[in-house]
């Protein structure tokens, strides 16, 4: 989608902290984070939320958890602990309609994550 500001992440034509790069996903520092370690893993192409999700053959969502597990080890919250998120639609706060997992850590997050 070329007006998509999550594709033009994964394209390189607007500049993101990422930290990693995958054939199918892509994991980079939120621009707000909510946590000393707050990152978004998203698909490479773009699906507008989470429930599209099954229109699409590959398993996309299980890659996106692995890429989320992967990348808490890599950012050494793996044994502490983290919280995945999906946003969707008004009430669920959804900003940026290019489907993304929400990887939150390295405080103790409480019951909620309410934004500041
Ligand atoms: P959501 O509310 O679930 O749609 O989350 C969208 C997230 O994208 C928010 O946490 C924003 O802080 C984050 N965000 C918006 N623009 C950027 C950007 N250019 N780079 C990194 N994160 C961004
Ligand atoms: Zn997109």
Redesign the pocket.
């Known amino acids: 989608m070329s007006d998509c500001?999550f594709c033009k992440?994964v394209s390189g034509d607007?500049p993101?902290q990422v930290v990693y790069n995958g054939p199918n996903t892509t994991a980079?520092?939120?621009?707000?984070p909510q946590a000393p370690v707050h990152i978004?893993i998203i698909p490479n192409h773009h699906i507008e939320h989470i429930r599209d999700w099954g229109a699409y053959d590959n398993n996309i969502l299980a890659e996106m958890f692995q890429t989320a597990n992967t990348v808490a080890e890599m950012e050494g919250i793996a044994d502490s602990g983290y919280r995945l998120m999906f946003?969707y639609g008004a009430d669920g706060?959804?900003?940026?309609y290019h489907l993304?997992l929400?990887l939150l850590g390295g405080r103790m997050l409480g019951p909620m994550v309410v934004r500041q």
């Open positions: 500001l992440i607007i993101a980079f520092r939120d621009i707000n978004l946003n706060g959804m900003e940026v993304h929400h």
